[in-house]
């Protein structure tokens, strides 16, 4: 039986709206106050308080939850009595997930007649549930792929289940402590606001033009989201070239309401780096303060690399700026403040990122990296060794969100590492295959070449790949500053916070130079380690503002008018790289094979589904060459002509439009002369003919 639209949606909508209701309840639950530590405040006008908020607010909302849930439960027996088998599994998992649960008070000894090990009393209900929806999901996934299934929306309920549940395992700060929260640093929210709005801007300005075209990449990215609403991709936990296909599903419904154009392929990349502007954010004010933060945030506004790659689907790392920001905000202020619910929300920000893209399998190695260096430091062990509650919470977190990929990864493990064996010099022979080819190279020497190269891609070399840009990652003013940042750094690296993204830096810029090839990809691959990078200048920033005010006097608003007046300068520079120097130099795209393609998808794109298309080309330019014009295609059937032209092409119906690449321009003549009547009109790339379109409709 075909699912229903509404069953799937509706259903999936319900299972949030529970998980949303089991998150107020379980908070209504909580009998004494939190601190943001996650410590308790237990003073008799705090209970007092508490016991008056949970009457108010647990009285409802847990009854409310099960009627929910026993509506669920209605429909899915209502369909399931019209043979909709598959759909009424989703409503009875959304009314299970309304009705089991509220009845869970914490820990397993509470209202339970049968007696159980004392190890086992004291693990929260809310991990045991996890575990559970955790293992059904596998196991869901798991007989899906054996059947042959295309249907894991189930399997993604109960994974979003279980990492719900996980979360609500561990105790969180009330609703006041937030509001308290928001009022206490309202003037910041509303500074870190502006600059937010600053990024949509340069993020979503002209977003249908800006690049001008589709590269290949996007185009193949652009497919397989349309695979997804036409039923061609089903499996949300597998991979796409080696990265993580989840997030093609969100891509995939925004294609549903914007159709298939270059602008629905770019909305959740653009959204992505608005958003990674205000997870650096926290993060840098966690490391160093506000005003670090606020020049950070400001520098992932307005590069201009971090713009680019806002705009493009093809290259995923833009994302590190959100999740590996987030991961590492939670992860560190839960080991500054013990709070064990920070940390499992850390780790399942960073599990989610695998779904995104292959650079989530980087930081995960620097932080392991950065505990173990913290262990054997003296004076910082103890920063680890008295917080382990809170890593195995951060670990926890990361393993159940990490699980379905976790389980494609084993199932699966040539499409997982499909990045490295095509990319990686340590898997598919690159350096073998060098030295066999020059068998007197100097191998430490060319090893340093290539280190250099990824280094210098952030100061000198241009970004080729996916970008084409005439900069390189950072413009001159800030790639300055970089190097007074490393100076300064270095004389701090003892300070766990440097310590921490000097191995970040270093460790992504040998990774990128030693391990992956080509060279020429270095720039765009370094957007791993732009989160450090930012935060270090900004850093630096901030110490040369607050030397050039003591000069000044002193005053708090010297040094805040220098660092606005130094983000306004690197503004300047970046939109001018970016809006005029890039925008206007039809570069993008590589070349000029890649650009025609693009434009022959904009002629199709203006074909009505069922007509007719010829397309005139050669070897190297066809339509299937390049993905953009597949994706771009509404549905016209389209007949490629490569060979020498030969009038009778087969087909049951007439043709409707020829496309002619200029190399082929002198069939003309003999188009006209077949098929008489028709329009020639001259598509042209910047000024420079790309393509003849004959149409005879």
Same mark, same amino acid.
């Given at each position: 039986m075909p699912l229903d639209p509404i069953n799937v949606w509706g259903a999936i909508l319900v299972a949030i709206a529970l998980d949303l209701g089991l998150m107020l309840w379980a908070q209504g639950q909580r009998q004494v106050p939190r601190t943001v530590d996650g410590s308790s405040d237990a003073s008799p006008a705090h209970v007092g308080a508490a016991q008056s908020d949970t009457d108010s607010r647990g009285s409802w909302i847990g009854p409310a939850l099960v009627l929910i849930s026993v509506a669920c439960a209605l429909r899915g027996q209502w369909l399931l009595t019209h043979a909709n088998v598959a759909g009424s599994l989703l409503w009875f998992l959304a009314a299970g997930a309304g009705f089991v649960i509220p009845f869970s008070k914490g820990q397993l000894n509470d209202g339970l007649d049968v007696p159980l090990p004392a190890t086992v009393h004291r693990i929260p209900r809310f991990l045991i549930v996890s575990g559970l929806l955790s293992l059904v999901a596998l196991g869901i996934i798991i007989f899906r792929e054996q059947a042959g299934a295309h249907f894991y929306w189930d399997a993604v309920i109960l994974w979003v289940g279980s990492c719900i549940a996980y979360l609500l395992a561990f105790r969180w700060p009330g609703w006041a402590w937030l509001r308290e929260r928001v009022y206490a640093h309202r003037w910041e929210i509303l500074l870190v606001a502006g600059i937010t709005v600053l990024a949509a801007l340069l993020r979503f300005l002209w977003l249908d033009r800006i690049p001008d075209v589709m590269?290949?990449?996007?185009?193949?990215?652009?497919?397989?989201?349309?695979?997804?609403?036409?039923?061609?991709?089903?499996?949300?936990?597998?991979?796409?070239?080696?990265?993580?296909?989840?997030?093609?599903?969100?891509?995939?419904?925004?294609?549903?309401?914007?159709? %298939?154009?270059?602008?629905?392929?770019?909305?959740?990349?653009?959204?992505?780096?608005?958003?990674?502007?205000?997870?650096?954010?926290?993060?840098?004010?966690?490391?160093?303060?506000?005003?670090?933060?606020?020049?950070?945030?400001?520098?992932?506004?307005?590069?201009?690399?971090?713009?680019?790659?806002?705009?493009?689907?093809?290259?995923? %790392?833009? %994302?590190?700026?959100?999740?590996? $920001?987030?991961?590492?905000?939670?992860?560190?202020?839960?080991?500054?403040?013990?709070?064990?619910?920070?940390?499992?929300? !850390?780790?399942?920000?960073?599990?989610?990122?695998?779904?995104?893209?292959?650079?989530?399998?980087?930081?995960?190695?620097?932080?392991?990296?950065?505990?173990?260096?913290?262990?054997?430091?003296?004076?910082?062990?103890?920063?680890?060794?008295?917080?382990?509650?809170?890593?195995?919470?951060?670990?926890?977190?990361?393993?159940?969100?990490?699980?379905?990929?976790?389980?494609?990864?084993?199932?699966?493990?040539?499409?997982?590492?499909?990045?490295? $064996?095509?990319?990686?010099?340590?898997?598919?022979?690159?350096?073998?295959?060098?030295?066999?080819?020059?068998?007197?190279?100097?191998?430490?020497?060319?090893?340093?070449?290539?280190?250099?190269?990824?280094?210098?891609?952030?100061?000198?070399?241009?970004?080729?790949?996916? %970008?084409?840009?005439?900069?390189?990652?950072?413009?001159?003013?800030?790639?300055?500053?970089? /190097?007074?940042?490393?100076?300064?750094?270095?004389?701090?690296?003892?300070?766990?916070?440097?310590?921490?993204?000097?191995? /970040?830096?270093?460790?992504?810029?040998?990774?990128?130079?030693?391990? $992956?090839?080509?060279? $020429?990809?270095?720039?765009?691959?370094?957007?791993?380690?732009?989160?450090?990078?930012?935060?270090?200048?900004?850093?630096?920033?901030?110490?040369?503002?607050?030397?050039?005010?003591?000069?000044? !006097?002193?005053?708090? /608003?010297a040094s805040w008018s220098i660092l606005v007046v130094l983000l306004v300068a690197v503004l300047v520079i970046n939109v001018n790289i970016y809006f005029r120097q890039f925008a206007t130099s039809c570069r993008y795209g590589g070349d000029r094979s890649t650009r025609t393609a693009y434009f022959m998808g904009t002629v199709l794109a203006k074909m009505r589904p069922g007509e007719h298309a010829i397309v005139l080309g050669n070897e190297y330019l066809h339509y299937g060459t390049h993905a953009s014009a597949q994706y771009l295609n509404p549905g016209v059937a389209v007949q490629n002509v490569t060979e020498p032209l030969k009038l009778d092409f087969g087909s049951a119906s007439p043709p409707q439009v020829f496309i002619v690449v200029p190399e082929r321009g002198n069939d003309l003549g003999a188009l006209q002369g077949a098929y008489p009547g028709g329009q020639v009109t001259e598509v042209e790339d910047c000024g420079t003919l790309s393509l003849y379109v004959y149409a005879v409709r």
């Open positions: 590269n290949g990449d996007e185009g193949l990215h652009g497919l397989f989201a349309r695979g997804v609403l036409e039923g061609a991709n089903r499996h949300p936990f597998s991979t796409f070239y080696g990265a993580g296909s989840l997030h093609l599903f969100v891509v995939a419904m925004v294609e549903k309401f914007l159709g %298939y154009t270059s602008l629905a392929t770019r909305v959740i990349p653009a959204i992505g780096g608005v958003l990674g502007v205000l997870a650096t954010f926290l993060l840098a004010r966690r490391l160093f303060g506000p005003r670090v933060a606020f020049v950070a945030a400001g520098l992932v506004a307005a590069l201009h690399s971090h713009i680019q790659f806002s705009r493009v689907l093809g290259v995923g %790392y833009i %994302y590190a700026t959100l999740f590996a $920001s987030l991961g590492v905000y939670l992860l560190y202020g839960a080991l500054e403040t013990g709070s064990r619910s920070r940390a499992a929300l !850390g780790g399942v920000a960073l599990g989610l990122w695998l779904y995104v893209y292959v650079d989530s399998r980087f930081v995960p190695a620097v932080l392991l990296a950065w505990f173990l260096i913290l262990i054997v430091l003296p004076r910082q062990r103890a920063f680890i060794l008295s917080n382990l509650k809170p890593v195995a919470a951060f670990g926890g977190g990361y393993l159940i969100a990490a699980a379905p990929m976790g389980l494609w990864a084993l199932r699966h493990w040539e499409d997982f590492g499909a990045r490295f $064996s095509s990319d990686g010099t340590l898997w598919n022979g690159y350096y073998a295959h060098v030295l066999a080819q020059n068998p007197k190279l100097n191998l430490p020497q060319f090893l340093l070449d290539q280190l250099g190269h990824a280094f210098f891609s952030i100061t000198r070399y241009p970004i080729w790949d996916f %970008y084409q840009s005439p900069a390189p990652l950072l413009d001159l003013l800030t790639a300055a500053l970089f /190097w007074l940042a490393l100076i300064y750094s270095a004389f701090h690296l003892l300070d766990r916070r440097h310590l921490l993204l000097n191995i /970040w830096l270093w460790s992504g810029v040998a990774a990128v130079g030693l391990l $992956s090839v080509p060279r $020429s990809s270095d720039g765009y691959r370094l957007l791993t380690v732009f989160i450090p990078i930012v935060i270090l200048v900004a850093v630096v920033a901030e110490q040369l503002a607050q030397r050039l005010s003591d000069a000044l !006097g002193g005053q708090a /608003w």
